[in-house]
């Protein structure tokens, strides 16, 4: 079996890769485990939904796999030395959600500026008008410099938002910052600032809880948070403190941790925390984008000797554009 598919791909990825090798679809195997490792013996490519984790243990069952692929960001469900040490190419379509994780969080500001929109999408019609605020003349922070950040800043900068920046990671004065139009500040001077904060930091556990009561304690009062960064970036019981005593006006955040706003946990009892099952990066367009990507990365592998050179781990692709898109892809998906 060349290729087993547990997630889907986009029907005419999928019919393109098909037309090429051997893919078998058996989405049933994410929910048993081991009948999933009982099928994996002659697999020499996968494509893996989030739920399903990689262990050095689940590669033993796998003795022929040259390539594993994820139609998602994030490598916490997956052993990166495991796949190092058994030469298996790790596939992961980081370029093919930056626009969409982008206007989730505009979206997410623009809602959160102006929440009497969501009374009424929630059927509230008669509700009284809510006074809202414009983003424009706003100063927003961007907390972290992924990738999404760099597509927000321009729509931001277009709607005449002034930009404040920080990234741990990132000096102030490297030059990404002023080509982004984005003024570099400290951690604490950008809380103090904007009257709404974007969270998109690469995140790495070194982070766990980077935002706590000592940042926090500097918030601009009636500010907005909204982020795509997993949550155990927040330490909660400060989120919580500052959600109740309105130095943050409203927080919306994309596809927090199992247990981070539990009921009967502070966070719980929030009415202006605001949680989205990880729909940032659900869009039609970007698992266009992912799909193609997913497709031809696994060609490339299966067709290259078994060691080729490939990097074991490819960590930073570089988009669709390595590899001409068949004429079947939407010419405004093939430069992501």
Known sequence: MEILLLERLVPEAQA?????????????????SAALRSQLYNVQSLVLPRKVTVTREFLDFAPVLRGLARMHVGTDNT???????????????????????AEYLLASLLLL????????????????ATLGRELHGSTVGLLGLAPSAHALAAMLDALGAKLVGY???????????????????????????????????????????FINDKVLAHCRPGQVWTGTTRSSIFDPDALARALSDGRIEAAM????????????????????????????????????????YVAQRLHETLTAPRHSG???????????????????MPAALRDD
């Open 253 to 292: 955040l994309d596809g927090a941790e199992a247990g981070f706003a539990a009921r009967g946990t502070p966070l719980g009892e929030q009415r202006n925390l605001y949680l989205t099952p990880r729909v940032g990066s659900w869009t039609r367009e970007s698992r266009v984008r992912a799909s193609w």
């Open 16 to 32: 393109w890769l098909e037309a090429r090798h051997q893919v078998v679809y058996r989405p049933e195997l994410a929910q048993d």
């Open 79 to 101: 052993d990166l030395e495991a796949c190092r040490d058994r030469r298996v190419r790790v596939i992961q379509p980081i370029n093919a959600h930056v626009r969409s994780n």
């Open 167 to 209: 990234d741990p990671a990132v000096h102030h004065t490297s030059p990404m910052w002023g080509r982004l139009k984005v003024q570099p500040v400290g951690l604490q001077e950008l809380v103090a600032q904007a009257d709404a904060v974007t969270v998109q930091v690469l995140y790495a556990s070194r982070y766990e809880h």
């Open 113 to 128: 500026f102006r929440r009497g929109i969501g009374t009424a999408l929630k059927g509230e019609r008669n509700a009284p």
């Open 310 to 328: 490939f990097e074991p781990i490819l960590s930073a692709p570089m988009g669709l554009d390595s590899v001409s898109p068949p004429e079947s």
